[in-house]
């Protein structure tokens, strides 16, 4: 089958939940689940402030990717997807708080991906803090500030940090919502993305041949 449109997919909280918030647990010794959290950056809401250099220097050590919690449905739904729309990758590597080590962060995800998706060529890697200069016909991010309004079609991918938006954000970007549950986000997504194709299937010419009665 000819490919057809182009996506572009997030990584982080949309493939997986890379293993930030088991660092975080390890170094305070912790149980917390990805659902206590509504905020999105995890650090600030666990991490005393007296100790966020200490955690800072604790987690650039770690390979966050290394046992990275792939969200369910993921893989089997992005296999389907490639089967009939160009996908690239695209994701933020770069810690504002560590930038000169964050060259471990491109390694480690690039590594990921390659390990668990090995179906998508590399060369639709784009590893990236400025998404915005990037377009495609379809776009999957958890945060809503990405999804830029002159892509086609843009979903906002369900996590702990985004059940809070509302319709009228939604309507005022022109996004759609892959439901409130991350537990079920991918057949949301397939849902959304391969009806798309099952209507355009539908959608062609359909041929009768009529039987003509002896008169």
Partial sequence: MKKGKDILLDVDEVVCFPGFLQAVNDFMETDYVIDDFQDYY??????????????????????LYENAQILPHAIETIKKLNEIYHI?????????????????IFQDKYNFLLSN?????????IFTSAKHMFRA???IDDRIFNLDKNVETKILFPSY?????????LKEKGALR???????????VEKLLLKEETSLSDSQPKIYILARKNV
């Fill in 161 to 169: 940090h985004n059940k809070n938006i509302t319709e009228v954000e």
């Fill in 88 to 104: 690239y990758f695209y994701s933020s590597c770069v810690n504002p708080l560590n930038i000169q080590g964050s060259g471990r």
């Fill in 117 to 125: 998706i090995p179906f998508i060529d590399p060369k639709h890697y």
């Fill in 137 to 139: 016909d379809i776009q």
């Fill in 178 to 188: 892959a439901g409130y549950d991350w537990k079920e986000g991918w057949n949301e």
């Fill in 42 to 63: 995890i650090d600030e809401a666990a991490i005393p402030k007296e100790r966020f250099s200490e955690f800072n220097e604790f987690i650039n050590q770690r390979n």
